[in-house]
């Protein structure tokens, strides 16, 4: 099993970094979500955000120690830094070449025979690396992630990736970045000598913090606001069909038309408080990417990455044609509003009609004509 102690790469080596998102921090919170809602002082709140933050990192680290396939576990700094309120675990995980199945599954030739993984972990983001030779690469990473993820739904079951879950593109360390081509996936930084695997994620940690916090908050943004565009369609779609149908519906079937009506008055609400939610949604995931753009303006090796990785692909959430939707909407009401008045002057007038009718037959008998 590797330790974490000093390297030295040949010329003819690489160390592989990927990084992914896997984010048990907020699933975490979201289960005390009532309690710091009902927290009227912010300040208590906070304090009960970040006690819970420090559970969940014990809960972590006793589960790894617990790990057969986990050693040499140690905290990134010695004293969390003011930016965070989890000190990023390193350890090494061990998983033997059988149980790889990515490179399998790709068949892939240049799969790396590399069974220790360094690994680097914040609650939010991940970090893996291994060492192998410049015409390898480390497929077993992706391996890597999905244990790390199973094992991090036992502690928090609602626990997603977030897509980019472990990057195509990796940061690689070498001892001569320049001999490498310029238009390369990966991006390539050279590496001292007398470096050990802590200096160097703790180097590179520092260097992209809290810049890929930024990232991939707006890839959460993303995949939620897309999720949610998805549903207002197929909500779009079903009072669509539910139109038709009550098109098609003849007034002599009344309660069947009343039962679409209400079919497409909760559709409608439903697409409502969507639209309204992907608003809220987009607004935020705006503002982020503004601070990722910030964040580019003065970060070299950030703006390296998420160019490489796809900044928009990941961030740029599928739109929603809010205007098309209302027509829908509003034809729809259109409709039901037509009905509800054809029904209402149908009632009044056989209303009327009885009463009108029961009052002379009254009148008739009371003036003794019967």
């Known amino acids: ?14 160390l592989m970094v ?38 969940l990192r014990v809960q972590i680290v006793e589960m790894l120690n617990k790990s057969g396939e986990v050693k040499n576990i140690l905290d990134m700094f010695k004293k969390t830094p003011p930016f965070t309120d989890f000190n990023p675990i390193v350890f090494v995980m061990h998983l033997p070449i059988s149980l790889q199945k990515h490179a399998e599954s790709l068949r892939m030739e240049d799969q790396a025979k590399v069974e220790d993984f360094f690994t680097v972990y914040d609650g939010k ?3 893996i690396a291994a060492t192998c030779s410049l015409n390898e690469r480390i497929w077993g990473a992706y391996d890597i992630r999905d244990k790390l993820v199973a094992m991090m739904k036992s502690i928090v079951p609602k626990l997603e990736t977030t897509p980019p879950c472990l990057t195509g593109e990796a940061i690689v360390f070498v001892n001569r970045p320049k ?5 390369s996936s990966d991006i390539y ?9 802590d200096d160097v994620f703790q180097h590179l940690y520092l260097r992209l913090h809290p810049e890929i916090e930024f990232f991939y908050e707006a890839c959460e943004l993303r995949k939620e606001a897309t999720e949610l565009a998805w549903k207002i369609d197929e909500r779009e779609t079903k009072l669509l069909l539910c139109l038709k149908e009550f098109l098609a519906t003849t007034w002599w079937h009344p309660l069947k038309r009343k039962k679409i009506v209400d079919q497409m008055k909760s559709h409608a609400i439903q697409i409502l408080e969507g639209l309204s939610e992907y608003s809220s949604l987009a607004r935020e995931l705006k503002k982020t990417r503004s601070q990722i753009g910030e964040c580019r303006a003065s970060n070299d090796l950030f703006r390296n990455l998420v160019e490489k990785v796809g900044l928009d692909y990941y961030t740029k959430p ?10 829908v909407i509003e034809h729809a009401r259109s409709e039901t509003e037509t009905y509800s008045s054809s029904v209402s002057t149908l009632v009044s007038t056989l209303t009327g009609a009885i009463i009108g009718s029961a009052l002379t037959i009254l009148v008739t008998y009371l003036l003794g004509f019967l």
């Open 189 to 197: 930084l050279p590496i001292g000598r007398e470096k050990s695997i």
């Open 1 to 14: 099993m590797l330790i974490l102690s000093k390297i030295s790469l040949a010329d003819s080596q690489k």
């Open 125 to 127: 983001v991940v970090m």
């Open 18 to 55: 990927f990084l992914g998102g896997m984010n048990i921090v907020g699933p975490s919170l979201e289960e005390i979500e009532t309690k710091l809602e009902g927290e009227k002082d912010p300040l208590k709140a906070t304090e009960i955000a970040e006690e819970r933050v420090k559970e």
């Open 318 to 327: 599928e739109m929603v044609n809010s205007e098309s939707v209302i027509k």
């Open 179 to 183: 001999a490498f081509s310029k238009d």
